[in-house]
T-cell receptor, first 112, second 114 residues
Framework: EDKVVQSPLSLVVHEGDTVTLNCSYE??????LLWYKQEKKAPTFLFML????IEKKSGRLSSILDKKELFSILNITATQTGDSAVYLC????????????FGTGTRLQVTL | DAGVIQSPRHEVTEMGQEVTLRCKPI?????LFWYRQTMMRGLELLIY????????DSGMPEDRFSAKMPNASFSTLKIQPSEPRDSAVYFC????????????FGPGTRLTVT
């Protein structure tokens, strides 16, 4: 069965800390992996990764994909309280139909 | 562009009533997706359409759920009859036909069935 697993499920850090969120997947016909940030509303897009070893970066956030080991990490450096959210990993793959399957998310809380 | 539009934003109904959720995708997007999100199960894909045609409805929980897309700018998700376990946030999302392209989510409809 195709699946996407995120860890940890939740995390509490102090402002200024660096965090690493993990996403592993088992799917057939992998096409891409996407990261979303969800605050108290709809998920918003962060990154899309298709190639191994190429880091995507946006400000304090960065992400990388390992297609051999079937995982991705999302790093956030110098965390701020505004980074508090649920971070969702999703994998786009093709088979009988094209699908984007989401992990259950990592809930990050950044405290002062 | 206004983004993906969903209505209503909140819906409270009694068990057994019919509920209709509405979605207007971003103009020009070929794909439309309906998701349900709960604390227990996370974000689940219910059904998706390509060029108004349902492609995969394997995530639809049971026959009480149905979805239609009569044209490229409108889709509905109907629950009849509704049950308390249907309480969740229902998201609509759309994207272009490019492989792996980003999905844009609507603001969601928070459904409470009492």
């Amino acid at each position: 069965e195709d699946k996407v697993v995120q860890s940890p499920l939740s995390l509490v850090v102090h402002e200024g800390d660096t965090v690493t969120l993990n996403c592993s997947y088992e799917v057939t016909n992998f096409r891409s992996l996407l990261w979303y940030k969800q605050e108290k509303k709809a998920p918003t897009f962060l990154f899309m990764l298709t190639s191994s070893g190429i880091e995507k970066k946006s400000g304090r956030l960065s992400s990388i994909l390992d297609k051999k080991e079937l995982f991705s990490i999302l790093n956030i450096t110098a965390t701020q309280t505004g980074d508090s959210a649920v971070y969702l990993c999703a994998v786009f793959y093709t088979g009988t139909a094209s699908k984007l399957t989401f992990g259950t998310g990592t809930r990050l809380q950044v405290t002062l | 562009d206004a983004g993906v539009i969903q209505s209503p934003r909140h819906e409270v109904t009694e068990m057994g009533q019919e509920v209709t959720l509405r979605c207007k995708p971003i103009s020009g997007h070929d794909y439309l997706f309906w998701y349900r999100q709960t604390m227990m199960r996370g974000l689940e894909l219910l059904i998706y359409f390509n060029n108004n045609v349902p492609i995969d409805d394997s995530g639809m929980p049971e026959d009480r759920f149905s979805a239609k897309m009569p044209n490229a700018s409108f889709s509905t998700l109907k629950i009849q009859p509704s049950e308390p376990r249907d309480s969740a946030v229902y998201f609509c999302a759309s994207r272009t036909g490019l492989a792996g392209s980003e999905q844009y989510f609507g603001p969601g409809t928070r459904l409470t069935v009492t």
